[in-house]
């Protein structure tokens, strides 16, 4: 499985973003699917997942900002992100639950003024 993830970049503070993530490869084998964020110093923390029939799950900083979305069509998942603050500034990772656990290769969001 190979996880391709984008959307990220530098936003100001209550601004808006949306991650996407293409999956491809044994896509067959893929369960849940997922974003996670590591700022520097900070261990990777979950942001969100979405399982194959679209049951969520919102770290808390999440809830009520941030939205996960996934297309099984397109082998493709979203996080809409809003309400942007400095504190979401990270690496953004894509995850997908397979045979194994696979990782994307993070997108960058900064959030400043």
């Known amino acids: 499985v190979q996880l391709q993830a984008s959307g990220g970049g530098l936003v100001q503070p209550g601004g808006s973003l949306r991650l996407s993530c293409v999956a491809s490869?044994?896509?067959?084998?893929?369960?849940?699917m997922g974003w996670y964020r590591q700022a520097p110093g900070k261990q990777r923390e979950l942001v969100a997942d979405?399982?194959?029939?679209?049951?969520?799950n919102y770290g808390d900083f999440a809830k009520g900002r941030f939205t996960i979305s996934r297309d099984n069509a397109k082998n493709t998942i979203y996080l809409q992100m809003s309400s942007l603050k400095p504190d979401d500034t990270a690496v953004y990772y894509c995850?997908?639950?397979?045979?194994?656990?696979?990782w994307g290769q993070g997108t960058q969001v900064t959030v400043s003024s």
């Open positions: 979405i399982s194959r029939g679209g049951s969520t």
């Open positions: 490869g044994r896509i067959f084998s893929i369960n849940d």
């Open positions: 995850h997908a639950d397979a045979t194994w656990d696979y």
